[in-house]
């Protein structure tokens, strides 16, 4: 017991011997620094002088003291040495201190702090507002001649703002973390939902922004309708973004907005392209259910698209050029509250034929009359082209008032000319879209906490078809034209942090008129209607740290049928742990407007669709009623993303669905029922992005005047199954991916019973609807792109994409036509997909 008694003392001593050794070794290396401020009256004393400075200068400032017994001088140089302070000698008694920080270049590079992505376009502005920037395309900015220690801000839209000094440079630019904001980590479950840039909300809604856009597998550029057929329940049974089908439903049941106005063409190459430049969208928003009770049409589902909205202050731009088209973006500020925006692209084959173009002509007229001529010896020449423009005006009157003025075009043109070999004369066909939509916004902020929002809008839209037949003098003039103008009053009222009011008025006016013209035999038709609907509505909003809940009534009246429609919707989010977080979403929506789609020889078997409005009796007011719920799970970089849903759909006409078996001519009314569940898996690590996406669906129609009165949906998709990997390493980017789904119903002949006589005419003799399968549809895609940086001068991006990497001929429609030589036989007509096809961009940005 004694010998452990001093064991213990002896190992104390020892210890406490060494910690003080150690101290007093460290005091010896390390000298004791004092401030500034209390040691200056000690020098004066000692060399009989007196100090002159700002308070403000020497707050703080600590200092080592100076070795006794050595000049003034030495001094002098001793405390100028370890500070920024210049020690002046006015005369032998006074001493004048000044702050003379160092005149320096700072650079720095933001990226997010969870991803390490760079963030384009983040503000970095001095404290005292002299001064800002924008960082470019891999985050970074520069100062050139700035005061070392100057303080500046750093913000960008969904990140907390963050404050940082200017420092000597040490070499490489400093990397600059932003955290994301408190908001947008309550409204958004998941960041890089897909890729980068692709972001999961709380209120079940997708938002994209395209300045932060990763990439997909096919694309080389951030194609915005693309990029939504990639998100689950979405699908294209015939593999253009201009027939978008989200969970079952048609193209024109899908409310597409820019800006806040209505779009009626959304494709161009009749929708194997987005009409939507890129350089002109900011950001994408897609609801599939639970929407808004601002939002109104599109029983289906809704896709917003957002140009840039916020002054910038810098002259900027870009021009670029890929195997289909050319574009230009000039970004001009005009003054400090006035910034004008411009854009353009065009179709490039008015001066080269690409193998990329001659695909797509070769996909989008396969089953047309172009198609058809081309064998034949009187054809002559076809040609197609594209454009689209747009201008933006953006002006702030102050902080509480901004005006916007959008303008968007967007124009397809395709002739073709044939030859009539006896008589030598030539006859010219063609056929014409265009969508011209313009709109005003007027936004106030009156309080902190209330704020309004008016827009009005006009959209126009016009096809125009001319087919003129080279064999007999036959001239047939199609028209189908759009005119809608609207306007819109919201109003927020924010209560508290946690909840939120949001009320409004809409108007909108909405006429139709269908002209069809025939020289021989004549005829002549002309229809005209007119719908009016106003609206109001009220939503809140309530969103607190483990719970959102968004609910709101839009009530809407149609005049013309005296008619009122209210409209529930829901969106509930609640946290279940750290972990998994359970949804539910639900609403009932109803348009007046949709597309019929008439014979095949109509508008030059192209794009044979019209925009009709409802009438309430051939053409019902299209109705529906969805609801949905799941589950989110996140954790260590996983996520998974499980939604049942169930959509009922009432009001659609047999004229509207495509038939083009037994009901093709058939006009009746009826409905289709929906359901089955999605799942996503996605797996992310600071460079790879990992996808599986899983969708079932069971899509049936009820027509109660057809017979059988149920049978499966044009667009019923069983199966559907994409997995792609997205990987990035600083400026470079690649992206690979595989989509399988289950091939789309068709209606076969009757087997040894393929024709029958009508009369005096043949007509294919069709089995059960809808009771045959095509085979599965596979498709392989890539896609890569790198990144070079010019210093002050600009960036050079180098796309390069390929879809349908294997060249697979995916059969993508099936039907059936009588063989002219044998009426007895049915003739099978498939039209397949897009083959083997590359691409490749080359962008210049500044």
Same mark, same amino acid.
């Given at each position: 017991m004694k010998n452990s008694s001093r064991n213990w003392l002896l190992t104390f001593f020892f210890t406490t011997f060494l910690f003080c050794c150690g101290a007093l070794q460290a005091q010896e290396e390390e000298p004791n620094k004092v401030l500034l401020k209390e040691l200056l009256p000690s020098i004066e004393e000692v060399y009989e002088v007196r100090f002159s400075y700002r308070e403000q200068d020497l707050a703080g400032l600590e200092v080592t003291k100076p070795q006794p017994e050595i000049t003034l001088q030495e001094v002098i140089d001793h405390l100028e040495s370890q500070t920024l302070l210049n020690f002046?000698?006015?005369?032998? *008694? $006074? +001493?004048?201190?000044? $702050?003379s920080p160092a005149i320096i270049d700072y650079c720095g590079i933001i990226v997010d702090s969870q991803t390490g992505e760079p963030l384009q376009g983040a503000t970095v502005q001095a404290a005292d507002g002299s001064d800002y920037t924008v960082t470019n395309a891999n985050g970074k900015f520069l100062f050139s001649g700035i005061t070392e220690g100057t303080e500046f801000i750093i913000r960008f839209l969904g990140y907390r703002e963050t404050p940082v000094k200017a420092t000597a440079p040490g070499g490489d630019c400093s990397t600059i973390f932003l955290e994301p904001s408190i908001v947008a980590l309550q409204e958004a479950i998941v960041v890089n939902y897909l890729t980068s840039g692709i972001s999961k909300k709380q209120d079940g809604s997708t938002f +994209? #922004?395209?300045? *932060?856009?990763? &990439?997909?597998?096919?694309?080389?550029e951030p194609d915005v309708l693309q990029t939504v057929e990639a998100?689950?329940? @979405?699908? =294209?049974? #015939?593999?253009? @973004? =201009? #027939? +978008? #089908?989200?969970?079952?439903? &048609?193209s024109d049941q899908n409310l597409v907005l820019f800006d806040g106005i209505k779009m009626y063409l959304t494709g161009h190459f009749f929708g194997l392209i987005s009409a939507f430049n890129p350089n002109l969208t900011s950001e994408v928003l897609v609801t599939k259910n639970g929407s808004s009770a601002r939002l109104s049409d599109g029983v289906s589902g809704t +896709?917003?698209?957002? =140009?840039?909205?916020?002054l910038s202050g810098k002259f900027a731009g870009g021009v670029g050029i890929n195997l289909v088209s050319a574009d230009a973006f000039l970004q001009v500020p005009v003054s400090e509250k006035l910034e004008l925006q411009v854009s353009g692209r065009r179709s490039i084959n008015d001066f080269v034929n690409t193998p990329t173009y001659n695909n797509y002509f070769s996909r989008t007229f396969q089953d047309s009359e172009i198609a058809f001529s081309s064998d034949d010896e009187n054809f002559e020449d076809s040609n197609f082209s594209y454009y689209d423009t747009s201008l933006k005006l953006l002006y702030d009157l102050n902080e509480a008032q901004k005006f916007r003025f959008s303008l968007m075009q967007v124009h397809n043109e395709l002739g073709y000319t044939e030859l009539n070999s006896s008589s030598e004369e030539t006859r010219r066909s063609n056929l014409g879209q265009d969508?011209?939509?313009?709109?005003?916004?007027w936004k106030a902020d009156w309080r902190s906490s209330f704020s309004t929002e008016a827009i009005t809008y006009l959209t126009h839209y016009r096809l125009e078809a001319m087919n003129h037949s080279v064999n007999v003098d036959q001239r047939l003039i199609q028209e189908n034209e759009v005119l809608e103008t609207g306007f819109k009053l919201k109003t927020t009222k924010t209560f508290t942090p946690y909840f939120q009011l949001l009320s409004g008025y809409q108007f909108s006016e909405v006429g139709v008129s269908n002209i069809e013209n025939l020289n021989n035999p004549f005829f002549s038709s002309t229809i005209k209607n007119v719908i009016r609907n106003h609206a109001v509505y009220a939503e809140g909003t309530y969103s607190g740290e483990t719970t959102f809940l968004r609910g709101g009534l839009r009530l809407n009246y149609i005049s013309k049928f005296k008619e009122f429609l209210v409209e529930p919707r829901l969106s509930f989010n609640q946290e279940l742990g750290r972990k998994v977080s359970f949804k539910a979403l639900a609403e009932i929506k109803s348009q007046t407007t949709s597309q019929i789609i008439d014979l095949q020889e109509d508008f030059l078997? @192209?794009?044979?669709?019209?925009?009709?409005l409802a009438d309430n009796e051939t053409y019902p007011i299209i109705k529906s009623k969805q609801v949905s719920a799941g589950f989110d799970f996140k954790a260590r970089g996983w996520y998974l993303d499980l939604e049942a849903y169930y959509k009922f759909v009432e009001g659609i006409s047999t004229s509207n669905q495509g038939f083009q078996d037994q009901h093709e001519f058939i006009r009746t009314s009826g409905s289709y029922t929906a359901k089955g569940f999605e799942v996503l898996i996605n797996k992310k690590t600071r460079a790879l992005h990992t996808y599986l996406n899983y969708t079932f669906g069971k899509n049936d129609y009820t027509f109660e005047e057809l017979t059988p009165s149920t049978f499966p949906n044009n667009f019923d998709i069983r199966h559907s199954v994409s997995l792609a990997a997205n990987y990035s390493y600083r400026n470079f980017k690649f992206s690979a991916g595989g989509y399988l789904r289950s091939g789309k119903p068709y209606t076969r002949p009757v087997e040894d019973d393929e024709t029958r006589r009508e009369g005096n005419n043949w007509v294919v003799n069709y089995a059960t609807p809808n009771a045959a399968v095509l085979p599965s549809f596979f498709r392989v895609d890539l896609s890569s792109s790198y990144k070079m940086e010019f210093e002050n001068s600009g960036t050079l991006t180098i796309g390069l994409g390929i879809q349908n990497l294997l060249d697979r001929k995916n059969i993508i429609n099936r039907y059936y036509r009588v063989n002219e030589n044998s009426p007895q036989e049915a003739v099978e007509v498939n039209n397949t997909s897009l083959g083997f096809t590359p691409n490749a961009s080359l962008r210049f940005s500044f």
């Open positions: 002046e000698v006015l005369d032998e *008694r $006074y +001493i004048a201190i000044t $702050y +994209i #922004n395209t300045a *932060r856009f990763g &990439t997909l597998p096919g694309q080389i998100l689950p329940g @979405v699908e =294209s049974v #015939n593999e253009t @973004v =201009s #027939n +978008i #089908n989200i969970r079952g439903g &048609t +896709i917003e698209i957002f =140009s840039k909205d916020q969508n011209l939509a313009l709109g005003g916004t078997g @192209v794009e044979n669709r019209r925009w009709i």
